[in-house]
């Protein structure tokens, strides 16, 4: 895997990227391992699976917030997206209407940023 030299912030998703426990864990913490030495300065990675939706959303707003203010950091751009998700998302059911809200902490406290939280 080669990555470019500048490679901010790598995304691991699909289940446990960040943890350990779990099958093929160790697996999946050593290609976040390869990800540092291919270059990236940080990677997002989940202890755990995350709804789809949520996750999106998470990223989108996070990847947004970076974007747009130069001044920010990696981390206090996972930060705004979460507090963003725990303040203003809910989980819609087939017809539109509002079934959960993503405040509760198993769609935000998974993830965790590992390497350079710096811009």
């Known amino acids: 895997m ?8 790598v995304v691991l998703w699909g289940g446990t990227g960040g ?6 864990a160790e697996a999946v913490a050593g290609l976040g391992r390869g990800v540092f030495y291919a270059g990236a300065r940080a990677v997002l990675a989940t202890h755990w699976p995350v709804e789809t939706v949520s996750a ?12 747009k203010d130069a001044k920010l950091t ?5 930060r705004g997206a979460m507090l963003e998700l725990i303040d203003k998302e ?9 079934v959960a809200s993503y405040a509760h902490p198993a769609f935000w406290a998974p993830y965790a940023l590992y390497g350079d939280p710096g811009r």
């Open 90 to 98: 809910v989980a819609l059911d087939g017809a539109g209407r509002p």
């Open 2 to 9: 080669k990555l470019a030299r500048d490679a901010g912030l």
């Open 74 to 78: 990696r981390a206090q751009a996972l």
């Open 56 to 67: 999106r959303q998470l990223v989108t707003h996070l990847f947004e917030r970076y974007s």
């Open 19 to 24: 943890g350990a426990g779990g099958t093929g």
